[in-house]
């Protein structure tokens, strides 16, 4: 049985459109995605690995988008024993370092031999130990093989949060020129996420930013009223309530908190991650008072 979706799946860009509210660039993944999966039957072929790069607040829909894609790509998606999920803090914190960065090369070289194609998501970046993302620079790199193993084929995620603050204000700064959130484009973004993460977290002086290894950095906006409002619509249906009454609405959202700044609450400050338990409590809740 074969594991492995040869073309992208258009489920894929419907799940980003349809599932990730407020996030107008994030079906460029789709195309990004799909053109790296082309080139793989094409004489040409890649010349890299694609490395794409998410950044934002959190609940904001990264790792939604990073669990998207590796569904769109294998049949068992974030389960297929080609793909390899990391977490920054969990993985590489600065105990016994050396040890860790030999361990994630042997790793990494074992699993792309065995498949080139494989999905590397390295989660929570900004928790991880600063020079862990040199170790595999070689591997992101121009390299027909790196220790007899071809990368080229292979697609590297990295997620992290940092970045967050900086894109919502320069997002502020854009509407205040009149420009409408579906009207937002990477170049507004990049230059201030490449200068932020090279100062922070486990991208600090990193030459995957010095070297630009990274092929995407990917801005995910930070969640306005009628999002967050969206998304709590969403967790109330996936929960088996179709039509939440306007007191179980309003109990959602009062875990919600808004910034940046006091003067000017316009984003969620931690978009929609609570509604994941706060919801089921508050359907539990309301469904109690109504059978009292």
Not at 12 to 38: T, W, Y
Not at 141 to 161: G, K, L, Q
Not at 180 to 202: K, L, M, N
Request: glycine share 6%; net charge positive.
């Amino acid at each position: 049985m074969r594991m492995y979706h040869r073309y992208i799946r258009y489920e894929l860009r419907d799940s980003l459109s349809q599932r990730m509210f407020g996030q107008p660039l994030v079906n460029e993944l789709f195309n990004i995605i799909s053109a790296h999966k082309e080139n793989i039957n094409e004489s040409n072929g890649n010349k890299k690995a694609l490395v794409i790069s998410l950044h934002g607040w959190s609940g904001v829909g990264k790792n939604f988008a990073s669990t998207m894609i590796a569904e769109a790509i294998y049949r068992k998606g974030m389960q297929s024993n080609y793909v390899k999920l990391f977490m920054g803090k969990k993985d590489f914190d600065c105990y016994e370092l050396e040890k860790k960065k030999q361990m994630l090369v042997n790793t990494l070289n074992t699993l792309v031999k065995k498949c080139p194609k494989s999905l590397i998501i390295f989660d929570e970046i900004h928790h991880m130990c600063p020079s862990v993302l040199d170790t595999i620079i070689p591997m992101l790199d121009h390299h027909s093989a790196v220790d007899e193993v071809d990368y080229r084929n292979t697609i590297f995620i990295f997620i992290s949060n940092i970045g967050g603050h900086e894109i919502a204000t320069k997002l502020l700064e854009l509407y205040e020129k009149g420009v409408t959130r579906s009207e937002v484009e990477f170049r507004d973004f990049e230059p201030i996420i490449r200068r932020t993460a090279y100062f922070q977290g486990g991208f600090e002086k990193a030459a995957a930013i010095a070297h630009h290894l990274i092929d995407h950095y990917v801005p995910f906006l930070p969640l306005e009223q009628h999002h967050v409002e969206m998304c709590a619509l969403a967790e109330f249906k996936a929960n088996g309530v179709e039509k939440p009454s306007k007191k179980m609405m309003a109990d959602a959202l009062t875990v919600i908190t808004y910034g940046p700044p006091e003067t000017q609450p316009i984003f969620a400050n931690n978009g929609c991650r609570r509604f994941t338990r706060h919801i089921p409590y508050v359907i539990k809740k309301h469904t109690r008072k109504t059978e009292l």
